[in-house]
């Protein structure tokens, strides 16, 4: 198939244009910036997705489109922002595209518009209410209904996967990572508590201010595991491109996650030990992320299998923490 993947240079994105075209499929990818290492063989279209214009040839041949690029940000003043990124541009490319050959659009969409660390009845699945709780997973919801509504306008199959929690295995150990520092490193927590003002937390962990040394192992107050479910990218980018490939009628939501969510403490434990380095116990309120998710969907329908199990993520993990510490000598 002749295939657009939108956030081809991100980290999801890129490994997605990867299987694509190891696969034999034509890629186009579209990005705001150009990819740092372009895939031989593959198009890219590097702008702003709401300047697409319609008569663009280069899609008006696409067979099918993987739509990944996104804003993410839990910040409320960046309500605009989402709104314009997420949805006003995610109308933009549905209109790229009528008139053309396009017959299957696939949405990363996520979790958030339930949303998990809210859930009215656990495991999560499809079936469960939207009601997201900030920007981001509103404009989410309503990317959903742009794309639904696309697909009954112009006949196209139309899908939205909801991903779960999405980890770079070498990234679990990087103190610097926007997704995994302030999960797991006490001192990256404690400047995201100061950030928020959270007094508690950070009188918690003061003394592992400036130590990168000792991970976060997360209680509940009342009892609960700090849990969910963190799906390996290499994992999220097969079951994206099992979507591409699937057969399937009108509209569909996916969830796509892991088959079991994971009890970040003893996670945190795991890696501890794995990388020789310390770990602290830390309560935090009911508040915290305690769900479990469903993939049956997906496996139903796409024939998704999790592959990489959370004992190869923490490998991973130590060999990439192991190559930093090198690199710093």
Do not use: C
């Not at 198939?1 to 186009?28: K, P, Q, Y």
């Not at 000792?214 to 009342?222: E, G, K, P």
């Not at 935090?284 to 990489?308: D, H, M």
Request: hydrophobic residues 45%; negative net charge.
């Amino acid at each position: 198939m002749r295939i657009a993947v939108t956030g081809a240079s991100g980290r999801v994105g890129s490994a997605v244009v990867d299987l694509l075209a190891g696969a034999g499929h034509s890629v186009l990818g579209l990005d705001l910036v150009a990819p740092r290492e372009p895939r031989e063989g593959v198009e890219y279209l590097v702008g702003d997705l709401a300047q697409l214009e319609p008569a663009d040839e280069r899609l008006r041949t696409v067979e099918a489109v993987a739509h990944l690029g996104a804003l993410m940000s839990w910040e409320p003043a960046d309500a605009d922002r989402l709104l314009q990124h997420n949805v006003m541009a995610t109308a933009s490319l549905v209109r790229a595209f009528e008139g053309g050959r396009l017959a299957t659009f696939v949405l990363a969409s996520t979790g958030e518009v339930y949303p998990e660390n809210s859930p009215h009845y656990q495991p999560l699945d499809e079936r469960h209410p939207r009601r997201p709780t900030t920007w981001y997973g509103l404009s989410k919801v309503l990317a959903e209904e742009v794309v639904e509504f696309a697909g009954r306008a112009n006949g196209w199959r139309t899908m939205a996967l909801r991903f779960a929690h999405t980890q770079r295995p070498a990234e679990l150990l990087d103190p610097d990572s926007f997704f995994s520092g302030p999960r797991f490193f006490a001192s990256r927590r404690y400047r995201k508590a100061l950030a928020l003002g959270d007094a508690a937390l950070a009188a918690q962990l003061e003394q592992y201010a400036d130590d990168d040394s000792t991970l976060l192992v997360a209680r509940r107050d009342d009892g609960q595991p700090v849990q969910m479910g963190i799906l390996a990218t290499d994992d999220l980018a097969a079951g994206i491109v099992l979507a591409l490939e699937a057969s399937w009628a009108g509209h569909e939501a996916v969830g796509l996650g892991p088959d079991d969510s994971i009890d970040l403490g003893e996670f945190a434990r795991d890696l501890a030990a794995a990388a020789g380095l310390s770990a602290v116990e830390v309560i935090l309120p009911p508040t915290a992320p305690s769900y479990l998710t469903s993939n049956a969907k997906a496996r139903e329908i796409l024939g998704f299998a999790q592959r990489v199990s959370r004992e190869e993520m923490v490998e991973r993990a130590v060999e990439a923490y192991a190559v930093r510490g090198s690199t710093r000598r």
